[in-house]
């Protein structure tokens, strides 16, 4: 089974390059940008709580986070494999995915790492505002805690996939096609 953590600052391309290695490798998708949506959009009670960190740009606790992905996984059977995209944020989320993907026999394969300047990244969210809806992509100060935010607390856990040597750092900038292909070129 191929499991990927795909992992970037925000703006980096995480979505667009999911949809890609999900259409080669048969993978199934898990954003928690598009479980903590669709939950906002619902209304349910944990969309709403997300929604209180989400609209700061801070990041929606780690022991919600990880409730809300492990019933996600358990919802397919006999998959290839999954794409994390946007997870784990923290170091006690990756170790929790271990603990739980271990446990089911299926460790995590490996971690993709997008790597994009920031100016880049600022450029990339301002766009993806006029064309997506999203709000949080609209507002530079949001934007800039946002970024500041994975550097802070989620960049550290490409150190803990690097000490397993799973971590593989992929250039971020280019044509979509040219990310794509350096992409492949790493999973095989």
Known sequence: MLNVVLFGPPGAGKGTQSERLITKYGL????????????????????????????????????????????????????????????PRTTAQAEALDKYLDARNTPIT???????????????????????GRTDDADPKIIENRIATYHKETAPVANFYGAQDKLHTIDGVGSIDSITERLYAVIG
């Open 28 to 87: 199934v998708h898990l954003s928690t940008g598009d479980i903590f949506r669709a939950n906002i959009k619902g209304q349910t009670a944990l969309g709403q709580l997300a929604k209180s960190y989400i609209d700061k740009g801070a990041l929606v606790p780690d022991e919600v986070t990880i409730g809300l992905l492990t019933s996600e996984v358990e919802k397919h059977e006999d998959p290839k494999g999954f794409i994390f995209d946007g997870f």
């Open 110 to 132: 490996m971690m993709l790492s997008l790597v994009v300047p920031e100016d880049e990244l600022k450029t990339r969210l301002l766009e993806r505002a006029k064309t997506s």
